[in-house]
């Protein structure tokens, strides 16, 4: 099974920061890859898709790069309504997530 | 609108059985991919199991033989059959549309329900 591991597990961040986190497959996954905002208490909410392409309605401060075994999730500058914890997924696997901090 | 939601979430005690449903709105689960993903209390997303268009069935590991997947096309709705219960079955379950062809997204999702396995 492809394993999927991002970094960091947690990130502290200010108002208009720019962030990035990464995501990286144990093997070649090509640009299979999303990307999921989970709030608490909510379900998580597709960001990306196909490694780079941007789901309808997202703002577009959220970007994702990569193929191959290497992934970025960027968030050009961090907005108040960004505090969450973000999931990279390749077909049935997650990561283990990456929680966006206020700091 | 697209839209999922589930139900059938409860408090449970171990060994027991419970059914969650999830109904569609918006699409036709018969003719789509849909998984269930689990997230245990504090923890990450766990994929479940999923049932294909053409009606073949997949579990992970953790609940194969205990969990059965299903649908009903004249509801448009989804299903989760879970036996034997064990406390680390306790999660929020969510239903979700998977794409298909390498794109494997989840959208959309329900909101989730609440299974807690306790005496």
């Known amino acids: 099974d492809i394993q999927m591991t991002q970094s960091p597990s947690t990130l502290s961040a200010s108002v208009g920061d720019r962030v990035t986190i990464t995501c990286r497959a144990s093997?070649?996954?090509?640009?299979?890859l999303a990307w999921y905002q989970q709030k608490p208490g909510k379900a998580p909410k597709l960001l990306i898709y196909k490694a780079s392409s941007l789901e309808s309605g997202v703002p577009s401060r959220f970007s994702g790069s990569g193929s191959g075994t290497e992934f970025t999730l960027t968030i050009s500058s961090l907005q108040p309504d960004d505090f969450a914890t973000y999931y990279c997924q390749q077909w049935r696997t997650f990561g283990q997530g990456t929680k966006v901090e206020i700091k | 609108e697209v839209q999922l939601v589930e139900s059938g979430g409860g408090l449970i005690q171990p060994g027991g059985s419970l059914r969650l449903s999830c109904a569609a709105s918006g699409f036709t689960v018969s003719s789509n991919y849909m998984s269930w993903v689990r997230q245990a209390p504090g923890k990450g997303l766990e994929w479940v199991s999923v049932?294909?268009?053409?009606?073949?069935?997949y579990y992970a590991d953790s609940v194969k033989g205990r969990f059965t997947i299903s649908r009903d096309n004249s509801k448009n709705t989804l299903y989760l059959q879970m036996n034997s219960l064990r406390a680390e079955d306790t999660a929020v379950y969510y239903c979700?549309?998977?794409?298909?062809?390498?794109?494997?997204?989840?959208?959309?999702w329900g909101q989730g329900t609440l299974v807690t396995v306790s005496s």
């Open positions: 049932i294909y268009s053409g009606g073949s069935t």
């Open positions: 093997q070649s996954i090509s640009s299979w």
């Open positions: 979700a549309r998977e794409g298909v062809d390498g794109d494997y997204r989840f959208d959309p």
